[in-house]
Every structure is written in structure tokens, then in C-alpha cells.
């Protein structure tokens, strides 16, 4: 994890860069990756996201969070069922069980690579650690080696933060599945 801190250490601290029509904070795209992260949106906000280049959701948050708060519901009623992944994580700084997440990682990495106009956001409660660590994994499918991928997530999200547990997870689970 020295790779990390080091990363986190020397990176800029200016916004990321936006991507296609972003608005703002809310949401920063890594750079030409056609991935966005951002914390979970406002119910209205979210018919808005097609305009800012998004077509594809991947909702980071808990199975009790999205059925209270509605956002996974209005996501895939604004997209469609089959442009919406859901990876139900809590966000307790430990290992992330591939089952939680792996299909929504394997979701984004098959969007991005078959479709090259689709944009995939990524997010989270606040957009800052479960998001960060799903856009490291799409990043790492998609054939970035560990210090790039890091390097793409910490540099254009500034806030955001590779919680060591959480890219360990990542990581076996990389070299389970290439078996």
C-alpha cells in the first residue's frame, strides 16, 4: 500500500477534470475513461445524468439505503433495469466480498469495452471510498496495472480515498479469477 500513499501524497488537489458536459462537483470523470464517480444524487437530478454523457449506472450503495432513500428505483426507472447495476456494499474499511460487488465491476468493464459512446457512473453514499473502489476494480479489468489505476481514481477524484481492505479485495479477487 506504499504505492497508494505515495500516490495520495504527490497527486494535485484541483478538481478532476470534467468529462462530457459535467456540471460541477457532483460528479468527475477519469479522464478519458468514460467512468464517472460521485456520491448518491438527489431523486431530481438523476433524469438529468443522460445529458451529462451518462448511460449506465452502477448504484455502490446498501440494499436497506436504496430501498429507503428510492435512488436505485428512480435509476433504473431514468435508464432502464438493464443499465443499472447494483453493488450493495457497506462501508466498514474491510474486505468487500466479491459477491457484493464483481458483477457490477465485470457490468461496467463490458459496457465500456462494447460500447464506445456509453459512460458509466459510479457511485456511493458520498462518492468518496465503495465508488472509488468499484471504478479501481473497472480500471483494473479494463487493463490498468495497480499504481495506474489508483493514479487515475485519487487524481481525478479528489476526495476519494482507496481504502487498503478494499483494494486487497480488488486485487484477489483479480488473481482468483485469472485461474
Request: net charge positive; glycine share 8%.
Amino acid at each position: 500500500m506504499d504505492v497508494l500513499r505515495s500516490l495520495r501524497a504527490r497527486r494535485p488537489r484541483p478538481r478532476g477534470t470534467p468529462g462530457p458536459g459535467a456540471t460541477g462537483p457532483l460528479m468527475s470523470w477519469i479522464g478519458d475513461e468514460r467512468i464517472a464517480i460521485s456520491g448518491v444524487l438527489p431523486p431530481r437530478a438523476i433524469a438529468g445524468l443522460a445529458g451529462q454523457g451518462v448511460t449506465h449506472v452502477v448504484n455502490c450503495r446498501p440494499r436497506a439505503l436504496v430501498r429507503w432513500r428510492g435512488d436505485l428505483a428512480a435509476e433504473r426507472a431514468a435508464f432502464g433495469p438493464g443499465r443499472v447495476a447494483h453493488a450493495p456494499m457497506q462501508d466498514h474499511a474491510l474486505r468487500q466480498r466479491p459477491a457484493a460487488w464483481a458483477a457490477a465491476a465485470c457490468f461496467a468493464a463490458r459496457v465500456l469495452a462494447d460500447q464506445p459512446q456509453a459512460g458509466v457512473l459510479i457511485h456511493c453514499t458520498a462518492g468518496r471510498r465503495r465508488s472509488a473502489m468499484l471504478a479501481y476494480a473497472v480500471l483494473r479489468l479494463r487493463g490498468h496495472d495497480r499504481t495506474r489505476a489508483a493514479a487515475l481514481v485519487l487524481s481525478y477524484r479528489t476526495e476519494a480515498q482507496l481504502v487498503p481492505a478494499y483494494v486487497r479485495s480488488v486485487e484477489r479477487w483479480l488473481a482468483t479469477a485469472a485461474r
